[in-house]
């Protein structure tokens, strides 16, 4: 009766899990573990003590899809509908799940790009649809020969995360017109944008969908404020998409959740008056340097780092154990939880590397970097 018979517990839950249980420093799940802007915490004082109580409208507060709107323009100028081309989910993972089980019927094709984030195939399998992976290159760079000639008259969609989760490399301008060239060939197949790291890109300036008049019009574009403002737990993020995807969309959202938890509504619509999205991005920034001058003396070797708040290590020459058996050794024995990279592949092929997310306080990197580099 399973529509997932082949899908486990998310890695996730499975690391955070772990850690807590052995009381290592969890560099695995994706959250930050430093206090979130005291500012914020003063609106959401203020605000529960209003009337913020009930049912928002079911796209979302007005004043909230108006602060998304000026901000879309403010970043990537792109003019919005506040009333036809916004929704606000119950984080971004509601989003990408909404759209995909809005657009995608039984027996469509998805393509994901391999190695991919873990929810997008288990939502497209919940539709009825194939996922089907196509492999990014050595680099991480999307190969769209690979793609071209993995599209067929049943492909529907095509979903691209960017910065990219697990590996944080960030697409270049060529990337984006290379897939506005191939998209103009299949007019049928519409874009799914994860674009929830947005603000954390380090080597060059994060290129939206919202930019790229040719593919937006076709395009669903997922962000997070979970993600953005570090309120992960608040699970709230938005959609913006055209209005013809739009109004399937939201007719789908109805039913799922209807609205989004209010309170986290109003306070984040108070907060982008003043929130500093630069601010973020170089404390980001400043945490990747860190987290990598701490590793240098270490035995694992560094990717690069394009973007997102993560860092992928190679331990090859640490051990020969495969990812999923070195990562729980490294909680059990040396006292930190990462998340092995296989579970981000298709065939969780073992490439011998972990992600470690470095959103954490300096004082947790300095502690985690020093148990690492005794391993
Ligand atoms: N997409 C990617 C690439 C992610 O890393 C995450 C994790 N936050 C999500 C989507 C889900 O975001 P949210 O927590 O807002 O649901
Ligand atoms: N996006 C986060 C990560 O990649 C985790 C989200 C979740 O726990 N589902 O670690």
Redesign the pocket.
Known sequence: MSKLPHIPT?I??VM?QLANEHGAINL????PNFPVDQRLLDITKQLTHENTHQYTPMAGLPSLLEKISQLTYEKYTRKTDVATEILVTAGA?QGIYTTINTLIKHGDEVIILDPC???YEPSVLVAGGKPFRIALNEDYAPNFNRIEAGITSKTKMIIINNPH??TGRIWKENEFEALETLLEKHPQIVLLSDE?YEYISFTQPHISINTRPKLRERAIIASSFG?SLHV?GWKIGYLIAPEKLMQEIKKVHQFLVFSVSSLSQHVIASYLDIVDFDAIAKMYLQKRDLFRSLLEGSRFTLLPCEGTY?QVVNYEKISSKNDTDFAKELITHHGVAT?PISVFYEDGTDKRMLRF?FAKTDETLVAAAEKLRRV
């Open positions: 998310s996730f839950s955070s695995s799940q994706g959250f993972t984030y873990d929810s989760n697990p929830v993600k992960t993560f998340i997310c």
